[in-house]
């Protein structure tokens, strides 16, 4: 049965977001194999550890996207919360790989296994630095034919309501790569959780669409801004749908009760 929406902050968020970091210290994945093998070692263990916060997850069109896309692309995908992770889990490509911000290379123990997992750090804030990080992934990416994962937003969006600027990081590799973007959009969390008013219930529901690939091929860094504002209306598009299809599926669950 649900939890009772007084805005009781079920336990059972914090602890996930403690154990989000289990498995990256567990997985057995070694150096030389991490670029293959590490990050889908640990978001499998997720996707597992995930089924006991009670939410249920629909990922649509994983197969049909990701079984053409055999080369490297960059799959961005909107930010909301800790909850991120679940959706990691269930729509991580294979051979996948992560781009952070460079202040968490200095996060003790989640550095070393950021290392084994071959996450690219890079200098948002210095245009030179960063530039040359788009370079260098890029080398790697198309080198040992890898999938970067990023959330052009850059930061958690807490209102979980629509979609914050993009930021034009994995617009550059992807243009400066000349390979594709893949666009994954999970809906609001909003119905059974909020950081900002300290609730989470335990029937939620999250819908996870990923697009078709969109090319590059034969784009400029001079066209990045006008593609990153149209990958995100079109992002968009599908979050509002996708939303509202799950408030749809709460409000049943709920015996007609809407969320508020």
Known sequence: M????AHVYDIRLPVWE????????????IRTQCE?????VVFASMKILSRWTGINVETRYFDKVFSKQQSPCVVICNHQSALDTIVMAHAYPPRGTVMMKRSLAYVPIFNITAWLCSVIFVDRFNREKAMKAVE??????????LKL???PEGTRNRSLDG????KKGA??????GQIPIVPVVASSYKCFYSHNEHYFDNDGEIIIEIMDPIP???LTLDDVPALADEVREKMLVVYERITKEVNEKITLKRGGKKHE
């Open 149 to 151: 994962w990023v959330f």
């Open 171 to 176: 617009f550059n590799v992807a243009v400066q």
């Open 2 to 5: 649900p939890v009772d929406r």
């Open 216 to 218: 590059t091929t034969g």
């Open 18 to 29: 403690c154990l989000t970091h289990l498995p990256r210290l567990t997985c057995d994945c």
């Open 36 to 40: 293959s093998k590490a990050c889908t």
């Open 136 to 145: 260098q992934c890029t080398q790697v990416m198309n080198k040992k034919n």
């Open 163 to 166: 979609m914050l600027p993009f």
